[in-house]
C-alpha cells in the first residue's frame, strides 16, 4: 500500500521568510496530493491540491509541486505570516479511491 | 451550513473500561471516515462508509474496534476493552459522493486518553 514520508517535523521560520515542507510517496499509482492545514484546536482544513498531470499550482501565497519521477511533493509558503502557524499534512491517494494516506505532519511556526 | 461534529471532544478512561464515539457527518454527505493520530505521528486511516455499508475497514486495528453507521447518517466508533495504546484524537470525516477528490470535511476530533 501507499506510504507517505514527510519532514521536517517542525518547522520554525521568522515572519515574512519562506518555508518548504516535503513530502515523498511510494505508489506510483498515486495522483491526487492535497494539503491539508491543522490550527492549534481546529480541525484539519484542505489548503491546497495537485493532481499528477500538473507539475505545480499556485494560489496567492502558497504553491505546490510535483515530482512524479522522483516520487515526491512539496509545499511552498511565501511571505509567512504568524497566522500560519499550524501543523501541516501532506496526504496521497489513487483518482478513484476515496482513502487519504497523510503524512505525519510538520509543525510550523512562524515568530513576528 | 453545519460542519462535522464530533463527540465527546474528550474523554479519559482506564484500561478495560469501554469508550464510545459519536460522529455527525455534514448533512447530504454519503461517505464517512474514521481516522485516528497517535500524538506525533501520521493521521492514519481506520474506515470508510459510504451510507451505512462498510466500504473499506482495513485500517481498523484489531476486533476491539467497532464501527457503526446505522441509517447512514452519523455513525459511532466504539472501543471496547480500551487499552493505552488507544490513545489519540480521534478523526472523522465526510464527503459528497461525486465531490471534489480529496476534499474531506473534518471534524475537531475526539481526544480518548487511556489510563
Known amino acids: 500500500g501507499e506510504n507517505v514520508e514527510q519532514h521536517p517535523s517542525t518547522l520554525s521560520v521568522q515572519e515574512g521568510d519562506s518555508a518548504v515542507i516535503k513530502c515523498t510517496y511510494s505508489?506510483?499509482?498515486?495522483?491526487?496530493f492535497p494539503w491539508y492545514k491543522q490550527e492549534l484546536g481546529k480541525r484539519p482544513q484542505l489548503i491546497i491540491d495537485?493532481?499528477?498531470?500538473?507539475g505545480e499550482k499556485k494560489d496567492q501565497r502558497i504553491a505546490v509541486t510535483l515530482n512524479k519521477t522522483a516520487k515526491h511533493f512539496s509545499l511552498h509558503i511565501t511571505e509567512t505570516q504568524p497566522e500560519d502557524s499550524a501543523v501541516y499534512f501532506c496526504?496521497?491517494?489513487?483518482?478513484?479511491?476515496?482513502?487519504?494516506?497523510f503524512g505525519t505532519g510538520t509543525r510550523l511556526l512562524v515568530s513576528p | 451550513e453545519a460542519g462535522v461534529t464530533q463527540f465527546p471532544s474528550h474523554s479519559v478512561i482506564e484500561k478495560g473500561q469501554t469508550v464510545t464515539l459519536r460522529c455527525d457527518p455534514i448533512?447530504?454527505?454519503?461517505?464517512l471516515y474514521w481516522y485516528r493520530r497517535v500524538m506525533g505521528k501520521e493521521i492514519k486511516f481506520l474506515l470508510h462508509f459510504v451510507k451505512e455499508s462498510k466500504q473499506d475497514e482495513s485500517g481498523m486495528p484489531n476486533n476491539r474496534f467497532l464501527a457503526e453507521r446505522t441509517g447512514g447518517t452519523y455513525s459511532t466508533l466504539k472501543v471496547q476493552p480500551a487499552e493505552l495504546e488507544d490513545s489519540g484524537v480521534y478523526f472523522c470525516?465526510?464527503?459528497?459522493?461525486?465531490?471534489?477528490?480529496?476534499?474531506?470535511?473534518f471534524g475537531e476530533g475526539s481526544r480518548l486518553t487511556v489510563l
Open positions: 470525516a465526510s464527503s459528497q459522493v461525486g465531490g471534489r477528490i480529496g476534499e474531506l470535511f
Open positions: 496526504a496521497a491517494t489513487s483518482v478513484g479511491f476515496q482513502k487519504l494516506v
Open positions: 495537485i493532481r499528477s498531470n500538473v
Open positions: 505508489d506510483s499509482a498515486s495522483n491526487y
Open positions: 448533512s447530504g454527505h454519503d461517505n
